[in-house]
C-alpha cells in the first residue's frame, strides 16, 4: 500500500487548508485511517483518526471544533479540512494506514503504511 499526502502549504492563523492521502491500496475500506503530526523539535502525535465506514472518528483535544477527517472509499482517499489553524498546528502531517478497520486506534506502532507527509506552516 502507498500512501500519498498532498495540499500542505502556508497558511495565515485563523485561515483554512485542506490535506489530503491518496492510497493504492485494492481494498482500502478494510483499513483505518490516521492522521498524525510532528513539529519540529516534538513527538509524533495523533491529532485524528477514522474506522472504514466513516462512523467512528476520533479527535485530539487540541483540534476538536476545529478539524473534520473524511474518507472516500470509492477515490480511496482520506481528507482532513483544517479551519481556525493555529500557528502551534505547524508541522508536518502523515497520513497511515491500518488493516483491520472496523476500529481505529490512536496508536502510531498500530499503523502499517505511513505516507510521506505533508508540511503545514501557520504564521502568526
Same mark, same amino acid.
Given at each position: @500500500?502507498?500512501l500519498?499526502?498532498?495540499g500542505?502549504?502556508? @497558511?495565515?492563523?485563523g485561515?483554512?487548508?485542506?490535506?489530503?492521502?491518496?492510497?493504492?491500496?485494492?481494498?482500502f475500506?478494510?483499513?483505518?485511517m490516521?492522521?498524525?503530526r510532528?513539529?519540529p523539535?516534538?513527538?509524533?502525535?495523533? @491529532?485524528?483518526?477514522?474506522?472504514?465506514?466513516?462512523?467512528s472518528?476520533y479527535?485530539?483535544?487540541?483540534?476538536?471544533?476545529?478539524?473534520t477527517?473524511s474518507?472516500?472509499?470509492?477515490?480511496?482517499?482520506v481528507?482532513?479540512?483544517m479551519n481556525s489553524?493555529?500557528?502551534?498546528?505547524t508541522?508536518?502531517?502523515?497520513?497511515?494506514?491500518?488493516?483491520g478497520g472496523?476500529?481505529?486506534s490512536?496508536?502510531?506502532?498500530?499503523?502499517?503504511?505511513?505516507?510521506q507527509?505533508?508540511l503545514?506552516?501557520?504564521?502568526?
Open positions: @500500500v502507498q500519498q499526502a498532498s500542505g502549504g502556508l @497558511v495565515q492563523a485561515g483554512s487548508l485542506r490535506i489530503s492521502c491518496a492510497a493504492s491500496a485494492r481494498r475500506s478494510g483499513y483505518a490516521g492522521w498524525f510532528q513539529a523539535g516534538k513527538e509524533r502525535e495523533i @491529532v485524528t483518526a477514522i474506522n472504514w465506514s466513516g462512523d472518528t479527535y485530539t483535544d487540541s483540534v476538536k471544533g476545529r478539524f477527517i474518507r472516500d472509499n470509492a477515490k480511496n482517499t481528507n482532513l479540512q489553524l493555529k500557528p502551534e498546528d508541522a508536518v502531517y502523515y497520513c497511515a494506514a491500518k488493516w472496523s476500529r481505529y490512536i496508536g502510531a506502532n498500530d499503523y502499517d503504511y505511513w505516507g507527509g505533508t503545514v506552516t501557520v504564521s502568526s
